[in-house]
């Protein structure tokens, strides 16, 4: 079954914005995927106070960056230089449990997959949570905090422009 999951970054939004922006694309569940879910420049994301006023909006919230982190703990998910092992998350069960929970949640609520970055292509929620997400048949679409939709094909094209263009690098 394909389904629609949308990506936004908290960025340095206001909780307001942040929740406006989740509003004016339907969202109704908030899948967190932060590994360390609070923030000393930007408080209001902190996840007990994020998870109140998301409530308070009507917007549920369920953290997922126990398995779905873009820094991982566990030490058999980096290499011996202590860089993050991305091949071995992807392949890690508990990634993949907590993947099939973010989808199946997508099934019932309008999902909006959350970390702090506000341009997805500089967020592992792009190129790690994402590819994931659409292997198991979802369309990815990206909030941005101008409130446009960026799809797959855009960042795609935004990040290789020249791959998109038909453009061959020459060396």
Known sequence: MSRSIWTLGHSR?????FIELARRHGISLIADVRGQPFSRFNPQFNRER???ALAAAGIDYAWHGQSLSGRPTEPFLRTAGGEV????????PAFKAEI???YAGAGSHATAVVCAEEDPLRCHRRFLV???????GAEILHIRGNDEIED??????????KAASGQ????
């Not at 994402?130 to 292997?135: E, H, I, T």
């Not at 797959?152 to 094209?157: D, V």
């Not at 061959?168 to 060396?171: A, S, W």
Request: include cysteine; charged fraction near 30%.
């Open 85 to 92: 092992d991305w091949d071995a998350v992807r392949a890690w």
């Open 100 to 102: 099939g929970t973010v």
């Open 168 to 171: 061959r690098e020459l060396f």
């Open 130 to 136: 994402s590819p994931a997400l659409q292997d198991m």
């Open 50 to 52: 994020f998870r109140t």
């Open 13 to 17: 939004h206001s909780i307001e914005r």
């Open 152 to 161: 797959e094909p855009a960042i795609a094209a935004r990040a290789c422009p």
